[in-house]
Structure formats: C-alpha cells, structure tokens
C-alpha cells in the first residue's frame, strides 16, 4: 500500500498554481490588457449613425447642396482634363492634387508664374516640377505615385511628347476656346468650365452636348464657379479656396 504524501498546511498542492505575474504574456492570449466597458448603441438609435463616406480624389469646389464635388483624377488608364479658364484655376488644382500625395509636373510658357507655388507646394519636399515646353520627360507614374501633368501652354498648345500611360493625368488649360480647343474637348474624359462669351458658349454646347440652359448660363457665371462635365455627368461648383490658398494665389478670377 501506497503512503500519501502530505504537504504542510499553508503549502500549494500540485493542482493549484499561481496567477500569471503582472505583464507576462499568456500562451496564446498575449499580454493581458485593459478592461473597458463594450460599445453598445440602442436599436432604435441605429438610424442615427452615419459615417462620411465618398469618393476619393481632389475636391474642387462645393455643389449646389454645399456638398463637396470631388473629381477622381488617377485612373488605371489615362485621364485626359481639359480647363477653359485661368490660370488660378490651374493652380488650386496642382495644389490639392499634390496634398493628396500625387506629384505634379507643369509644362508652361510662363514659368514665372508657376515657380513661386512649386516652391511653395512641397514644404521641402520636390512634388510639383516646372518644365518648358515640350521638355517634360517619362513621369514613371504608378498606381502608389500617380502623375499630374499641367500643360500651361496658350490658346494653342503644342501637341504632347509624353506617352500616354496609367496613374497619369494631363490638364491642359485654355485661357480661351482656340483652334486646337475641337479636338482637345472631343477627346478630353473631363472638361471644366469657367465664364466664356456667348460665342464661346454655343461651341461648348454643340461639342459637348450640353443642354441649352446650362450652354446659355455659361456667360454669366461669376468668377468662382465653374462647369464640369463628362460624357454622363455634369455639375455646376463653386470653388471655395482656403486661407492657405488665398494666401498663395489671391481671390478666384477667371482672367489672369
């Protein structure tokens, strides 16, 4: 017959262990961590919960709602933008688009007036380029560094030497409807519109298959709204600059 051991009063017996020391990982489990009350919401105030979701892309001005009207720029083909109107329109533009990480390269006849805000753009860092014209080289943009490309280049812009490739957008500006204008518009994915003349307005309306009303209000837009259209889609904005922008570019026009 087996004798069964005893242990001294006080002492552990072989079944009972001691608690995991404070900061020891637990097998499996990690580091025990703090306990905080779960996050419950009543049913009934379920309708209540909002998340401001929308797309992604560089905000140019607010809707008729005072909602924010956003254009997706970098597409995994390239996006061709054409802006009749000035070149401070131009500018916010490059701006917002380097803030949302993409790198903006200008191609322009007038590099004095795009010099300051390439300095002033990157905080140090070199995210908008100036170029002349017909000197912009292969941008290398990917879907993690997209491309912008702003041609700045008159009524009558030399014919690009850039490849066209993906995450790669190019926004040629027109201060005004030029020879060229046809042919850029008929093949632009996305045209943008500041104030024009009547004469200005009726060509708009014929290319880009715009309803008469909105042809005719072209005219009389003030110096902070803009038209844009797509082959579907089309939406009057009012571009709202921010202190920063004000600072660096003055108050919206559309002549420079």
Do not use: N
């Amino acid at each position: 017959m087996t004798t069964p051991r005893t242990t001294p009063p006080g002492t552990p017996g072989p079944a009972a262990s001691a608690p995991p020391a404070a900061g020891r990982a637990r097998a499996g489990f990690g580091l025990i961590g703090p306990r905080r009350d779960r996050h419950v919401l009543p049913v009934e105030q379920l309708a209540a919960l909002s998340l401001p979701l929308g797309d992604d892309g560089v905000v140019v001005g607010v809707d008729a709602k005072r909602q924010p009207a956003v254009l997706g720029l970098f597409r995994p083909a390239q996006l061709d933008v054409v802006v009749i109107g000035s070149v401070w329109t131009a500018q916010v533009l490059a701006l917002r688009t380097a803030g949302t990480g993409a790198r903006v390269a200008v191609e322009t006849a007038r590099p004095q007036a795009w010099t300051g805000l390439a300095q002033a753009a990157g905080g140090g860092q070199q995210c908008m380029t100036v170029h002349d014209v017909k000197q912009v080289g292969p941008q290398g943009a990917s879907v993690a560094s997209p491309v912008l490309v702003v041609r700045d280049c008159g009524m009558r812009p030399p014919r690009s030497r850039l490849a066209p490739g993906p995450w790669q957008s190019v926004l040629t500006l027109l201060p005004f409807l030029g020879p060229t204008a046809p042919r850029l518009l008929e093949h632009a994915g996305m045209v943008g519109i500041q104030r024009v003349s009547p004469e200005e307005a009726a060509v708009l309306g014929r290319i880009l298959g715009l309803p008469r009303v909105q042809a005719e209000a072209l005219p009389s837009l003030g110096d902070d709204m803009m038209l844009w259209c797509t082959t579907t889609h089309r939406k009057l904005v009012k571009m709202v600059p921010t202190d920063i922008e004000t600072g660096l570019l003055g108050s919206p026009r559309r002549l420079d």
